[in-house]
C-alpha cells in the first residue's frame, strides 16, 4: 500500500504543539520566533530569485508584462505587490498584473475548489500571457491546480516561468523552468501557510518586484524617483526628491513639478540642466528613462 506524499507545509511542527497550553506572551513570541525561518529560507534562495529578476527585466524590457499566479494567500499576496508597482514605480496597471483562483471574490473571501480549478488557470492565462512575458507562480505546497495550469499554459505560449513555492519536488517545481524555493518548514499551525510561508512569499515578491524597477532605471539611488504623487503625502515626498536631488529651494521645486506635470525625473533634468519640458525629456529618452545616466 503506498502512502500519499506529504508536503513539507503540512508537517506537524513539534516545536508549537502545546500552542493552546501557552499566556498569550508566550504565544506571541513563539509565534514571532517562529517567522525568523522565513527571511532564512529567502537569504538561502538568494541566488534563484537574482536569475528570476534578470530574466524578468530581459522580459520587460522587450515589451512583456509580468504576471504573478496564486491560490489563497498566495494570490492576495500577488495582488498586493502587483497594487503598489503603479504607485512606487510609475508603471502602467499592466506591467506587473496578478491573478488568483476564484477572481475578485477571493481576495475578500475563500471560493470553494478554485485553486483545484485547472481548467480555470489554464484559460486565464491563454487569455492574458503572451509569448514576451515572464510568469510566476506562487504556490506553498506547490501543488494548486490553477497555478500549475497557469504556468503550463503560460509555457507553452513561450512565456519564461518561475515557481515560487516551499516544496521543491511539487508539481508547480516541475512545470517551471526556474524554482524559488523557500525552505520554511513546518508552520506554526500546521498546514496554515498565510504563515512562514506566506511570510518568505512576500519578501521574495517585494525583492522581485523591486530589483526589477531597479534594472530598469524607475529608482535612482533608493530614491523613488518615479512616484506618482497622488494625495498630499506623496506630493511633499515628490517636491523633496526634486530638492534633493536638482539642489534647489522648495519654491523652485514645486514650479519644476507644475512645469514638469509631476514628474519628478523630469523636473530634476530641468533643473540641473537648465532646460525645458521638450528638451529634458529628450535628454531622458536618449538615456533610457534612467535619471543617473541623464543627469
Known amino acids: 500500500m503506498s502512502v500519499e506524499r506529504q508536503a513539507p507545509t503540512e508537517a506537524v511542527n513539534e516545536g508549537t504543539q502545546d500552542l493552546d497550553l501557552l499566556g498569550t506572551p508566550q504565544l506571541v513570541a513563539l509565534l514571532a520566533r517562529e517567522q525568523h525561518a522565513a527571511l532564512g529560507a529567502v537569504e538561502r534562495a ?73 481548467a480555470a488557470g489554464a484559460a486565464e492565462a491563454a487569455a492574458a500571457v503572451q509569448a514576451a512575458d515572464a510568469i510566476v507562480g506562487i504556490s506553498a505546497g506547490g501543488t494548486a491546480a490553477y497555478v500549475i495550469a497557469a504556468l503550463r499554459a503560460a509555457r507553452e505560449r513561450g512565456a519564461f ?91 523652485r521645486a514645486r514650479n519644476l513639478l507644475i512645469e514638469s506635470g509631476g514628474d519628478v525625473k523630469l523636473a530634476v533634468v530641468m533643473a540641473r540642466h537648465g532646460l525645458d519640458a521638450r528638451e529634458a525629456g529628450a535628454v531622458l529618452e536618449r538615456a533610457g528613462g534612467f535619471l543617473r545616466s541623464a543627469l
Open 161 to 251: 516561468t518561475i515557481a515560487l513555492t516551499s516544496d521543491a519536488a511539487s508539481p508547480l517545481a516541475a512545470t517551471a523552468e526556474l524554482t524559488i524555493m523557500l525552505d520554511t518548514g513546518a508552520e506554526p499551525l500546521a498546514g496554515s501557510t498565510r504563515l512562514k510561508a506566506g511570510t518568505a512569499q512576500k519578501l521574495v515578491l517585494n525583492a522581485l518586484s523591486t530589483a526589477t524597477m531597479v534594472q530598469l532605471g524607475r529608482v535612482y539611488g533608493n530614491l523613488m524617483v518615479d512616484v506618482v504623487a497622488t494625495n498630499e503625502k506623496l506630493r511633499r515626498r515628490a517636491q523633496r526628491l526634486v530638492q534633493t536631488i536638482a539642489a534647489v529651494d522648495p519654491e
Open 46 to 118: 538568494e541566488a534563484s530569485i537574482a536569475q528570476a529578476v534578470d530574466a524578468i527585466v530581459a522580459r520587460l524590457r522587450a515589451g512583456g508584462n509580468l504576471h504573478y499566479f496564486g491560490a489563497g494567500s498566495s494570490g492576495r499576496l500577488a495582488f498586493l505587490d502587483a497594487a503598489e508597482c503603479p504607485p512606487t514605480f510609475g508603471t502602467s496597471a499592466t506591467l506587473v498584473q496578478a491573478h488568483i483562483a476564484g477572481g475578485h471574490d477571493a481576495l475578500l473571501r475563500a471560493v470553494e475548489g478554485a485553486e483545484d480549478d485547472a
